[in-house]
């Protein structure tokens, strides 16, 4: 035992004997060692004072515009949020038709360029983050920002108060505000939800079934459109109160824009034509939109207790899910019904957008 015992203990007692070493030698020695601060908050600058692409891609430009305008996405989770922010990351590319785009974890930049409106959020431009040394004016720029996972909550507790005078300050230089959300046909949001999060058991530590998680998932997207986190959801339909169904509904109405998943691309027109972007076709035909009867890659969607299909073949499961999404249902409708005029964007109306079509299948929404 001792054999194989003493060259650990010996590495052990080298490596504390560097480190003591290390820890006494002279300030002189120590700076030697260090490597030297990059310029602009330890991040290289390219020529047009701007930060390298971060994972969220490139966050400013050199554009600036005679009218500014800024647009919010609320980007709940699995509504094809991520599909528009891809997008709007392509309205980056050369030649540029954004001044910059905030990503979630970057909602600071934008507070800063507001900082009178935003006090709370203690702003401040961070260049490493932002993606440069020097802010943008908002007077000349036309901006966007996602407010996704917990930033959902910062666009709801203080983005939300401020938004008559955001909207006031942008319309005194003949910019705009241009607020939007996109919601999803409910039975697919939920499945969708449990495979990518599936839930487990509290008392095994095992994946739940998804029959019987159904009643827990009531109300899913009503709970995200006044909430940040999944913990603030409460099962349920209630039909008033702090999460209620008509304040769900009241909130709904307050974004310019409402999308769906299935008519991705209607919606990507309709911003484009709101925040003042010229016709791009190209930008927004391979955007992928995702189909409601979507099977995942393989080929079938699968989750513990079946396929969407299979839930909907069964006449109790099928009765459990319908009881389950007739809340959102009714947000569902609402979306649909305030989709872009189609007749204005026929060439971006997709296959998948069939409006109408769950409408009439849903007379209760």
């Known amino acids: 035992m001792e054999e194989f015992a003493a060259p650990c203990w010996r590495d052990w007692l080298a490596r504390r004997a560097a480190f003591r070493a290390a820890s006494s030698m002279p300030a002189s020695q120590l700076a030697k060692r260090k490597k030297p601060p990059k310029p602009g908050q330890s991040i290289v600058l390219r020529r047009n004072q701007t930060a390298q692409p971060s994972k969220f891609g490139q966050r400013l430009s050199t554009l600036r515009v005679p009218a500014p305008s800024l647009l919010l996405l609320y980007h709940i989770e699995k509504t094809g ?20 785009l905030f ?23 961070r260049a490493k983050m932002c993606g440069g040394e020097e802010m943008p004016d908002w007077r000349t720029a036309r901006v966007a920002v996602q407010f996704h996972a ?21 319309a005194a230089l003949g910019g705009r505000v241009v607020t939007t959300t996109m919601l999803r046909e409910p039975a697919s949001y939920l499945f969708s939800k449990y495979i990518m999060w599936p839930p487990h058991d509290k008392s095994t530590g095992h994946v739940m079934e998804l029959p019987r998680w159904l009643p827990q998932a009531e109300g899913l997207q009503r709970t995200a459109l006044l909430k940040a986190g999944p913990r603030a959801h409460t099962p349920g339909c209630p039909a ?114 069939t409006a109408d079509a769950w409408l009439a299948t849903h007379p209760h929404a």
């Open 103 to 125: 990503a979630y974890g970057q909602t600071s930049c934008f507070f800063a360029m507001h900082a009178d409106l935003f006090p709370k959020m203690a702003p401040r431009w």
């Open 150 to 170: 917990y930033s959902k909550g910062f666009f709801n507790d203080h983005v939300l108060p401020v938004l008559p005078q955001l909207r006031a300050r942008y």
């Open 81 to 100: 949020g991520s599909s528009v922010f891809r997008w709007l990351q392509r309205q980056m590319r050369e030649p540029p038709r954004l001044s910059a």
């Open 240 to 353: 008033s109160g702090p999460t209620g169904l008509e304040e769900s509904r009241a909130r709904l109405r307050t974004f310019d824009l409402v999308g769906v998943t299935s008519c991705l691309t209607l919606l990507l027109a309709a911003l484009e034509q709101a925040v003042g972007l010229p016709p791009d076709v190209a930008r927004i035909s391979n955007v992928y939109a995702r189909p409601q009867g979507w099977r995942g890659k393989s080929g079938m969607e699968v989750a513990s207790g079946g396929t969407l299909e299979s839930l909907r073949a069964n006449a109790t499961t099928r009765a459990m899910l319908e009881r389950v999404t007739r809340c959102d249902d009714t947000l569902y409708a609402d979306a649909l019904r305030r989709l872009p005029p189609r007749a204005a964007f026929a060439s971006h109306t997709n296959a998948t957008c």
